[in-house]
């Protein structure tokens, strides 16, 4: 429901059908009756009313006669009393009503701050781990670069090898030579293998990380839109 101010007629319109009620007229009654209305007004225009109901009586001549005077003073500081209740009353109630109103907007404020910490530690996190995740992606392809460069050398070795090794007597040993060479050259190619497989499983790991990170950041940035929802209402 949309929240509005509220002009002061309507407010003092509704407080008074509710004393017609024999109800008492607090915040929480006209938030009932005036659902639309903004907290911050009814708050305000509930004080305009309760201090006009309680203003003195102008224009009336109070004044007694000197002989009742001092036999009604008794009754006259019963009168003051009783009336002052009222008002004391009245404003204990808006001393209440306005301290639970306070308490909600801390704790709304309280929440929203920790909310905005959440998120700028995530976030925080989050680009860290991107800086990570690039700096890997540009390894992997670095060792895949260096691998395939191995391999074109170790193949044009291999070919020239081969054939300088058979154009030669004693090419038995010379190619038990060249077997050894070629056992050496297919271990360190599996080594380099092993390093990019592991590069890559690290990067499918900062993937799934990252991808953790960026869910956690949008359920925190939800809460936080419900806190600040909360708190207009």
Same mark, same amino acid.
């Given at each position: 429901?949309?929240?509005?101010?509220?002009?002061?007629?309507?407010?003092?319109?509704?407080?008074?059908?509710?004393?017609?009620?024999?109800?008492?007229?607090? *915040?929480? /009654?006209? @938030?009932? =009756? &005036?659902? $639309?209305?903004? !907290?911050?007004?009814? #708050? +305000?225009?509930?004080? %305009?009313?309760?201090?006009?109901?309680?203003?003195?009586?102008?224009?009336?001549?109070?004044?007694?006669?000197?002989?009742?005077?001092?036999?009604?003073?008794?009754?006259?500081?019963?009168?003051?009393?009783?009336?002052?209740?009222?008002?004391?009353?009245?404003?204990?109630?808006?001393?209440?009503?306005?301290?639970?109103?306070?308490?909600?907007?801390?704790? *709304?404020? /309280?929440? @929203?701050? =920790? &909310?905005? $910490?959440?998120? !700028?530690?995530?976030? #925080? +996190?989050?680009?860290? %781990?991107?800086?990570?995740?690039?700096?890997?992606?540009?390894?992997?392809?670095?060792?895949?670069?260096?691998?395939?460069?191995?391999?074109?050398?170790?193949?044009?070795?291999?070919?020239?090898?081969?054939?300088?090794?058979?154009?030669?007597?004693?090419?038995?040993?010379?190619?038990?030579?060249?077997?050894?060479?070629?056992?050496?050259?297919?271990?360190?190619?599996? /080594?380099?293998?092993? =390093?990019?497989?592991?590069?890559?499983?690290?990067?499918?790991? +900062?993937?799934?990380?990252?991808?953790?990170?960026?869910?956690?950041?949008?359920?925190?940035?939800?809460?936080?839109?419900?806190?600040?929802?909360?708190?207009?209402?």
């Amino acid at each position: 429901m949309a929240v509005r101010e509220i002009a002061y007629e309507d407010v003092a319109a509704a407080a008074e059908g509710l004393v017609a009620q024999g109800r008492a007229v607090s *915040l929480v /009654a006209l @938030r009932a =009756a &005036l659902a $639309e209305a903004s !907290a911050a007004s009814l #708050a +305000a225009h509930l004080a %305009t009313w309760r201090a006009q109901r309680q203003a003195p009586l102008q224009g009336l001549d109070l004044a007694l006669p000197e002989p009742v005077a001092s036999a009604l003073s008794d009754w006259a500081r019963q009168l003051a009393e009783q009336s002052g209740a009222g008002p004391r009353a009245s404003l204990a109630q808006a001393d209440e009503e306005l301290g639970h109103l306070l308490a909600a907007h801390d704790e *709304l404020g /309280a929440e @929203r701050d =920790a &909310l905005s $910490e959440q998120l !700028a530690e995530r976030s #925080a +996190a989050l680009e860290q %781990t991107a800086e990570q995740l690039a700096l890997r992606e540009a390894e992997i392809e670095r060792l895949r670069s260096e691998l395939r460069h191995a391999r074109d050398i170790a193949s044009e070795a291999l070919v020239g090898k081969a054939k300088d090794q058979l154009a030669i007597e004693g090419k038995d040993a010379q190619l038990a030579d060249l077997r050894q060479q070629l056992e050496r050259n297919l271990a360190s190619s599996a /080594a380099e293998s092993d =390093a990019r497989l592991k590069a890559e499983m690290e990067l499918v790991g +900062a993937v799934t990380a990252r991808n953790n990170l960026v869910s956690e950041v949008a359920d925190l940035r939800a809460q936080l839109d419900a806190a600040l929802t909360r708190r207009s209402a």
